[in-house]
């Protein structure tokens, strides 16, 4: 596997950060560490959960003699994480996450603070959750051609993926590609705004994009969807429009908006098939012809990015990647 970046290793508590050093060369990517309060740690990696084994000092899919993750772990790895200064990172805290830097994003659950119905802090985390964040450049390569329309027009383009099936990983690449663009596909590149809600597109550490997202793309990071879409097309003449899991009613007007302002749309949603869509009310609108082109089915069934098929809503037929 990949080594561990520096950033996740001493973000994590001394007795935390020796168990994951002692794995970190076993042969997987490791996709995800899970912290939780009195429970065992477990390093998640192609959808499958492992244990530490303290007797063997190996990592082991049985849950026998595991370590134990203790309440000083989390709150020595917060407070790293925080750089010992959890009230700069509070903004972030408030929407469940922080980034860490090189983009990756941990998770924070714990006893939830409502002040006149907004979140104001979350305290006596209980569970943290740092997904690692790798680039696969040049893995939307199969997509491309469905997705570009001409030297400078692309094909909007709705993306259904379950969820840890490497949507985002596609979806950052095909950023890329388009910001850049692309001389094999005759591409010339274009304006990009990214609305990066959770910020795990472009993984933006104080600012700055930690993954290669291109050289004309524009990111709003943690920004309600439905809101930076009207912002980027007040502010930024995007020639496209990208973002990650679509779900309310007033996120697909606002790409309806978006749609009748010229733009051209990307984005993502949680689902298996068209099927599935369909039959949920508020997102069977992203299906309509006139929102979306193509749709690009994911799964994971040989391993995380697997592109199933790709359906032209137009054309009503369905296309296979090569």
């Not at 020595?76 to 980034?99: A, N, P, R, V």
């Not at 690692?132 to 001409?150: G, P, W």
């Not at 997102?283 to 309509?288: E, F, M, Y």
Request: with cysteine; net charge neutral.
């Amino acid at each position: 596997m990949n080594k561990l970046s520096d950033e996740i290793l001493n973000s994590l508590s001394p007795k935390l950060r020796e168990k994951i050093i002692n794995v970190q060369y076993e042969d997987l990517n490791i996709e995800e560490i899970r912290l939780r309060v009195e429970k065992p740690l477990i390093i998640n990696s192609n959808n499958r959960d492992y244990f530490y084994n303290n007797s063997m000092n190996k990592l082991d899919t049985k849950n026998s003699n595991s370590y134990v993750v203790k309440k000083e772990d989390i709150e020595q790895t917060f407070q790293l994480m925080c750089k010992y200064s959890i009230h700069s990172f509070i903004d972030d805290i408030k929407k469940g996450f922080i980034t860490l830097k090189g983009g990756h994003r941990v998770g924070i659950v714990g006893k939830v603070i409502i002040e006149e119905g907004q979140v104001k802090n979350i305290k006596h985390i209980s569970s943290l959750n740092i997904r690692i964040s790798r680039e696969v450049l040049d893995c939307s390569e199969k997509v491309l051609n469905h997705i570009i329309k001409s030297s400078n027009e692309v094909n909007n383009t709705l993306i259904i993926s379950p969820p840890q099936c490497g949507k985002t990983t596609l979806l950052r690449d095909i950023v890329r590609n388009l910001s850049n663009g692309n001389k094999e596909k005759g591409f010339n590149g274009i304006k990009v705004a990214l609305i990066d809600e959770r910020n795990e597109i472009s993984g933006s550490y104080l600012g700055v994009a930690q993954m290669d997202v291109g050289i004309r793309t524009d990111i709003i990071e943690t920004c309600p969807k439905d809101i930076g879409i009207m912002m980027l097309l007040r502010a930024m003449s995007p020639n496209l429009i990208v973002t990650d899991e679509i779900g309310s009613e007033k996120e697909i007007k606002a790409l309806y908006t978006a749609l009748n302002g010229g733009v051209s749309l990307i984005t993502t949603v949680h689902g298996n098939s068209i099927e599935d869509i369909r039959e949920r009310k508020e997102l069977s609108k992203l299906l309509d012809k006139e929102l979306f082109k193509k749709v690009i089915i994911l799964s994971a069934k040989n391993g995380p990015g697997t592109i199933e098929k790709i359906y032209d809503l137009e054309e009503k037929r369905w296309y296979f990647a090569n």
